[in-house]
């Protein structure tokens, strides 16, 4: 396959990427930030690895004011984290019977501290945010700083963290955009593999092969939903049910590319289905129109939201039950911001969204359609291919 984006990133993305991040703990006086999950150790580290499944072992890395972030992990993964950009990679051995990192921890911690006036640790507390360690072990660790200065303090990192993802670099936009293309290509034969009496289950199989044949990394997010003229679930898996006469089936995936998600999801019908849908189909697709129109530099979320919502209340939407018409991509499936009335995040370039308005048009009855796009100072960019407005129809 032609034009893959090169994998991973130089020292330079991280350079700026902890350049971005250390100004705005200046700005706020904040002394040190722990990262404990996934996401943020890959997006500040480049540290990429399956091994996250295990819930056994706890990660951490510590960002000091100034200088590259020190890594705090077990020894298993110390090889794997030195990739040029990590210089300070602090082991132990873990599972440990009674010390899993936290007093390595909280010897870094405040080495860090030592070096700046400011004795606030910040951490993400906010929406979307979790942390990704025992509790005990967070209660052993604010013990431990205490007794050694009762004057060090949690701060919410959740915005400084959020505004360095939020803005993706063109190195990032092309492996989304990249993934997307091949998911793109697979969406566009799903007929080739799917007909009226097959069983979901081998659908869903056949998707699977079919995205890793087209190039993505995984598949690590699959759901759908099929029924008479629309459906009223699009997160279950698979039930064993047998496409039918008249049956409309969603897809939504969310496939990754060197740790890149692309998520969108495509209709299809099989057989009769009934105008109802078909109407409805043109009348998301045309709301999403109205999201790409809206999606500029300097716009809300909330007017995003706004302008997709007014096209589906004309169409006659009864409601909807996904509580969003869009939301944030990248190292996650869904990441902050979302499109609702309430945010009034301003976009700007370099936002990678997706916009996915869902309206329910009859009881149980429901079409939701998904596109993800780059904001851009001329207006969005799609990084999926464009569904098609009427719904396409198999017979």
Request: charged share 20%.
């Amino acid at each position: 396959m032609s034009n893959i984006p090169q994998r991973g990133f130089s020292n330079s993305e991280f350079e700026a990427r902890l350049t971005a991040i250390q100004a705005l703990m200046d700005k706020q006086g904040t002394g040190a930030i722990l990262l404990t999950t996934e996401h943020d150790i890959f997006y500040f580290t480049g540290f990429l690895s399956q091994f996250w499944q295990s819930p056994t072992r706890p990660w951490y890395v510590v960002i000091p004011p100034k200088g590259r972030p020190i890594a705090v992990i077990p020894e298993i993964g110390a090889n794997a984290m030195n990739n040029g950009f990590m210089k300070d990679i602090r082991s132990w051995s873990s599972p440990h019977a009674t010390d899993d990192g936290v007093g390595l921890l909280t010897d870094t911690l405040l080495e860090v501290l030592a070096s700046t006036t400011a004795k606030t640790i910040g951490i993400n507390k906010g929406r979307e945010t979790h942390i990704r360690m025992p509790l005990e072990d967070f209660e052993r660790l604010t013990d431990h700083l205490s007794s050694s200065d009762s004057h060090i303090g949690w701060v919410d990192a959740t915005d400084s963290i959020r505004a360095v993802r939020m803005i993706k670099s063109p190195a990032e936009i092309a492996k989304i955009r990249h993934v997307a293309g091949c998911v793109s290509d697979v969406f566009e034969t799903l007929f080739s593999f799917a007909e009226i009496g097959m069983r979901d289950v081998d659908l869903f199989r056949s998707f699977n092969i079919a995205c890793l044949e087209a190039g993505v990394d995984t598949v690590q997010y699959l759901v759908g939903g099929a029924g008479q003229h629309g459906y009223d679930d699009i997160i279950s898996p698979p039930s064993g049910r047998l496409l039918s006469d008249g049956d409309v089936l969603i897809f939504d995936t969310g496939c990754t590319f060197d740790g890149y998600y692309c998520d969108f999801d495509r209709n299809y019908g099989f057989g009769e289905v009934n105008d109802g849908a078909k109407r409805t189909h043109q009348a998301v697709w045309q709301a999403t129109e109205a999201g790409l129109k809206m999606a500029l530099p300097g716009n809300t979320c909330a007017q995003v939201f706004a302008a997709m919502h007014e096209v589906l209340l004309k169409a006659g939407a009864l409601g909807e039950s996904v509580g969003r018409y869009g939301h944030g991509l990248g190292i996650q499936l869904t990441e902050p911001p979302s499109f609702t009335a309430w945010e009034n995040t301003v976009l700007q370039e370099g936002m990678v969204m997706t916009l996915e308005p869902g309206m329910i048009y009859a009881p149980g009855k429901m079409i939701v359609h998904e596109e993800n796009i780059v904001i851009g100072g001329d207006g969005p960019e799609l990084l999926s291919r464009r569904a098609p407005a009427e719904l396409p129809i198999s017979q």
